[in-house]
């Protein structure tokens, strides 16, 4: 499902289920050797997607630790994401020399826990949700909005070094072309072309009891 909201020059894999004896570094296995069965078995799969995604790139398997604040380490010259929520895993990679951002993220297409949804949002997105939600209530729109906004964390912290806070971006969708934008509120350190980036763009879906978003900002050439 992925791979329909990312361009061309990111590889992705994805997977609706967790198969059996699925090959693992022995680092990757001591990472979550006392987490709970589930967890184990998302993160050993979703490192199965991202080295199936990887080859596609033409970089051998290694192990994909994780490294601050819990950003999975890329081989060198390679940006990546990795996402994994009920009954879905994926994992999109990318040449830096041709990404320069890349962050994907999947939830369950049912409404947000009661209270989440204000505690995730500025009042014009509560309004944006709302609104949307008149136009096409088969949408849940308040659990598109947090999927956005942890597509814009995953590509960010990586690029930036940032961590983001909810209140750090200001969401807007088009719901027609599955797009959407998200203006960074604190100061970038991020540069094109001399000036700040602080407007991140990207795609999303809603389906097969999932959302999914992407982004992946393209290197200028
Ligand atoms: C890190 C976070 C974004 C992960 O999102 P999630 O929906 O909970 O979980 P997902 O399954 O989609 O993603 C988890 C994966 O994200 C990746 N990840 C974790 N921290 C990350 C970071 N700082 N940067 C990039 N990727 C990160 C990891 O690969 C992780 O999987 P793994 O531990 O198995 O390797 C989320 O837990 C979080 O901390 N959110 C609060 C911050 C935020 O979203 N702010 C909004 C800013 S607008």
């Known amino acids: 499902m992925i791979e329909r909201i990312l361009p061309s020059a990111v590889m992705s894999s994805d997977s609706y289920g967790d198969p059996p004896r699925i090959p693992q570094d022995p680092r990757e296995t001591l990472v979550v050797s006392r987490a709970v069965a589930s967890r184990r078995r998302e993160f050993a799969t979703a490192r199965w997607c991202a080295r199936r995604a990887l080859s596609e790139l033409g970089v051998p398997p290694v192990p994909l630790l994780p490294g601050p604040h819990g950003a999975p380490r890329w081989p060198d010259a390679v940006v990546g994401s990795i996402t994994h929520c009920a009954g879905y895993r994926a994992a999109a990679v990318a040449h830096a020399a041709r990404v320069r ?121």
Not at 107 to 132: K, N, Q, T, Y
Not at 147 to 174: H, M, N
Not at 193 to 206: E, H, I, K, M, S
């Open 101 to 221: 951002m890349l962050g994907i993220d999947a939830e369950p297409h049912a409404p947000l826990p009661r209270g989440v949804l204000e505690s995730i949002c500025l009042p014009e997105e509560r309004i944006l949700v709302r609104d949307l939600t008149a136009a096409d209530p088969d949408v849940h729109w308040d659990r598109v909005l947090f999927c956005l906004k942890e597509t814009v964390y995953k590509s960010w912290y990586p690029a930036t070094g940032q961590r983001l806070e909810f209140e750090d971006a200001r969401i807007s969708v088009d719901p027609a072309a599955r797009t959407f934008s998200a203006r960074i509120l604190v100061a970038s350190p991020l540069r094109q072309d001399g000036r700040p980036v602080n407007v991140l763009t990207g795609r999303w879906l809603a389906g097969d009891g999932l959302v999914v978003a992407a982004i992946a900002v393209l290197r200028a050439g």
